[in-house]
Each structure stands twice: as structure tokens, then as C-alpha cells.
């Protein structure tokens, strides 16, 4: 393993590689796929949490307990793509990195074999880094360590480098706007020698916000939220985290009035390495002393509103238990393209109130499906992401590795 200072570069002889980004609090992690003018070609080339795959590049959350990371193919980016930058800023809004510098190690993504890391030096008032970036050059593939950075968040290296981007009120400028003023420059390396130039803070001012990215997650106060396939919401209301009993429904009904279908709800509880702590489902109806329990099995999906439950008491998990994947199964071996209306839904113990719902709009001939995970985050709250990823299972426990690769 090489242990990289700014501006030093490798070749890369792994065609796929994946960037982890670590420090003692939570980061949020992207990913920019760059043409030769240095800029996005539309709001598609950023990859991040709430947009995690692109041609080539993709995002895998850590949720909380293991780094984010940035994984590039370089064989399959498209023509033109020259670059790939990865950033980091950190969760919580306006917190800078003085104090808790990140870490970028660089791995293999087939083997996982380390190849570099990198630790920026000598950061203050950053809140946003471009850490490293993968570029190609005379035909071959090198990663470079770079740690540039900015004073106005991820949103400034954004924009500088051609994604439009609506920033959540919190973070907007209490005085109006200041005509013809630059972009806010970095607040380090006024000279980027990776870009063979002026810093990005030189560049012209990026165009108006033309649409939201949704790059701020949502949270409870509004009332219910409906989610889509991997959108995230954290599950605090008036500013507290929610750490009171749950209820997980999931339902289903046949399709086009077909056989009734038996279908299996279950979650599987990991721990921060991603390690298998424990499943519980029909044939083990309560785990981790109590703190989540399945209201048993429903072999035929009949009638209206959830099929099967799951309480979740959240205040109650053990602190080795860090993700919780929930996951429907079809043991008599039918396909989820014969199941209509397949849902889960967060609700409420105490009021009944439905807090987040996620409908399932599509179907694959598969037998197992991960509806979604709950992941706690460092500062102890949880969030729901909406999953809709489907698995050739008929059981739970053919779906402990794929959930845990989900995570």
C-alpha cells in the first residue's frame, strides 16, 4: 500500500476501484464524472446518496457505522468522461473538518485489495474536499490525491464544476446575494496543480439553480413521506430523534385476481461490520431481547391493509446493532411478477400514525425482494431507505449476504 501526499499520483492496474472515505463522524460521499472542459455534462454525472449510480460510477452507503465509498469502472465510463472526482463534506450542516481529517483509501473493488491511502494535511475552515480523483492520462488510468478545499460545502464544488444544486434553507446566506461576486474560493491551495490551472473557485459563476438535486434528507416534521427507490428519511421529528416503538407493515395482493400467494416478511439485524447479527421471521418470532418481534405468518395475503408485522421497539436495540434490512420471501417458489401492491410501510406503535410509506412499482421473476433498511446513524438516529432490490430467495437466510452487501 502507497500512503499518498498532495498532488502524487499512481497508475492503476485494476480496471474497477473503489474509494472509502473515512472519518470520526459521518461524511457525505459523491462522486463527479468529468468531460475535458472539467464539467459535468448534466445533473446525471453527480453520484451521491440520493442518486447512486451513473454510467460507471456508483455510491455505496456505509450507513452510519462503516465509510461511504465511490466505486469507478473505469471500462465501462462513457466516452469523453476523462475524470472522476471524489468528495467529502461532512453530515452535519456547517460542521468543517478541522480536527477530523478524512481518510481515502483506494481498493481493488474485485479483490478488495488495498492499493493507497490518502489523509489530507493541515485542514480549518473546509467543509467540503475533493479528496482524490481518477483520471486518465496518455491512455492509462491513475488515481491522484488531491485535497482541495471549500468553504461553502458540497454545494460550492457542485456548481463549480457544473451540477445544479438547491440548497437546503439552513444553509443559505442570511444577506441577499452580492452581484457579479465569484464563487466563494477554497480556502486552501490557491493554485490547483491537478488541474493545471487556476483553482475551481476561478472558473465562471455557475448558472441559476435549474432543479432540486433532493440533496438534503428529509425528515418526519412535514408528516408522512412516500418514498421512492433509495431515497433516504431520517427518522427525527421536531428536531428529536424517533426511538419510540415502530411497526414495519408489508403487504401484497395476488395479481390479476390470481392464486393467493404466501409470502414471508422478515428483517435481518446486522451489526457495524456488516456482520450477521440475527433474523427474525416466522419460524423466530422475536430477537434481540424483545426489541423486534413478528406477528407471525399470513399464508395467503388475503384482505386489506398489512399482510405481516413487524414491531421494532428503537429505543430498545442493542447497541451492537447497527442495520436492519426487511425482506419478503416467496417459499412455495412464486414470482413477485404474479404480486400487485407489494409495500411497506413505517407506522407509529403508539399513535398509529403512518410516518413513511414505499410502494413497489415494479416486479422481477424473482422470489425475494429487500423492501428497505432502517440504519443508525452516529448521532443515534435512524434512517429508512427505500430499497425495491430483488434476490433469487426463497428464504430468509438466502437473503442474509445480499442484504448485507445492501448496506
Same mark, same amino acid.
Given at each position: ?6 498532488? &502524487? ?34 445533473? /446525471? ?69 488495498? +492499493? ?32 482541495? !478545499? ?36 477554497? $480556502? ?55 426511538? &419510540? ?9 395476488? /395479481?390479476?385476481?390470481?392464486?393467493? +400467494? ?40 388475503? !384482505? ?34 404474479? $404480486?400487485?401492491? /407489494? ?8 399513535? !398509529? ?15 425475494? $425482494? ?22 433469487? &430467495?426463497?428464504?430468509?437466510? !438466502? ?9
Amino acid at each position: 500500500m502507497t500512503a499518498m501526499t498532495p498532488g &502524487s499520483n499512481l497508475p492503476l492496474n485494476a480496471v474497477s476501484v473503489t474509494v472509502d472515505v473515512a472519518a470520526p463522524v459521518r461524511l457525505d460521499v459523491s462522486g463527479l464524472l468529468l468531460a475535458a472542459d472539467g464539467k459535468v455534462r448534466s445533473d /446525471a454525472d453527480f453520484i451521491f446518496y440520493n442518486q447512486p449510480s451513473g454510467p460507471g460510477v456508483s455510491h455505496r452507503s456505509g450507513g452510519g457505522s462503516a465509510p461511504d465509498s465511490i466505486t469507478v469502472d473505469t471500462g465501462a465510463l462513457p466516452p469523453g468522461i476523462e475524470r472522476i472526482v471524489v468528495t467529502a463534506s461532512p453530515d452535519a450542516a456547517g460542521q468543517t473538518f478541522q480536527g477530523i481529517e478524512p481518510t481515502a483509501t483506494v481498493r481493488d473493488a474485485a479483490t478488495g485489495a488495498v +492499493i493507497a491511502s490518502f489523509t489530507p494535511p493541515r485542514l480549518g475552515a473546509e467543509t467540503a474536499l475533493v479528496v482524490v480523483e481518477v483520471y486518465q492520462r496518455g491512455g492509462v488510468w491513475k488515481v491522484r490525491a488531491v485535497g482541495q !478545499g471549500y468553504a461553502n460545502g458540497l454545494a460550492g464544488i457542485a456548481t463549480d464544476f457544473g451540477v445544479s444544486v438547491d440548497e437546503e434553507p439552513a444553509a443559505a446566506p442570511a444577506a441577499p446575494p452580492v452581484p457579479p461576486a465569484p464563487p466563494a474560493p477554497p $480556502v486552501s491551495h490557491p493554485v490547483s496543480p491537478w488541474l493545471g490551472g487556476p483553482a475551481p473557485a476561478q472558473a465562471a459563476p455557475a448558472a441559476p439553480p435549474a432543479a432540486p438535486l433532493g440533496a438534503g434528507k428529509v425528515n418526519l416534521d412535514k408528516g408522512r413521506v412516500s418514498l421512492q427507490k433509495n431515497q433516504t428519511v431520517s427518522l427525527v421529528k421536531g428536531g428529536r430523534p424517533l426511538l &419510540s416503538q415502530v411497526k414495519m407493515g408489508l403487504g401484497w395482493e395476488p /395479481a390479476f385476481r390470481g392464486a393467493d +400467494i404466501d409470502l414471508d416478511a422478515s428483517v435481518i439485524a446486522y451489526g457495524p461490520q456488516r456482520n450477521h447479527i440475527d433474523s427474525c421471521y416466522f419460524g423466530k418470532l422475536s430477537i434481540l431481547g424483545g426489541a423486534i418481534k413478528h406477528s407471525g405468518d399470513n399464508l395467503t395475503g388475503e !384482505g386489506a391493509g398489512d399482510d405481516e408485522v413487524i414491531v421494532v421497539d428503537l429505543g430498545r436495540i442493542p447497541a451492537e446493532a447497527t442495520g436492519l434490512v426487511f425482506t419478503v420471501n416467496s417459499f412455495s417458489g412464486q414470482k413477485f411478477t404474479d $404480486v400487485a401492491k /407489494a409495500y411497506c410501510r413505517l407506522v407509529d406503535a403508539a399513535s !398509529g400514525e403512518e410516518l413513511v410509506r414505499f410502494d413497489l412499482t415494479g416486479a422481477e421473476p424473482q422470489t425475494g $425482494v429487500m423492501m428497505a433498511k432502517l440504519i443508525k446513524q452516529f448521532s443515534g438516529e435512524w434512517e429508512m431507505t427505500a430499497m425495491g432490490d430483488f434476490v433469487k &430467495s426463497r428464504t430468509v437466510r !438466502g437473503m442474509v449476504k445480499p442484504a448485507s452487501q445492501a448496506l
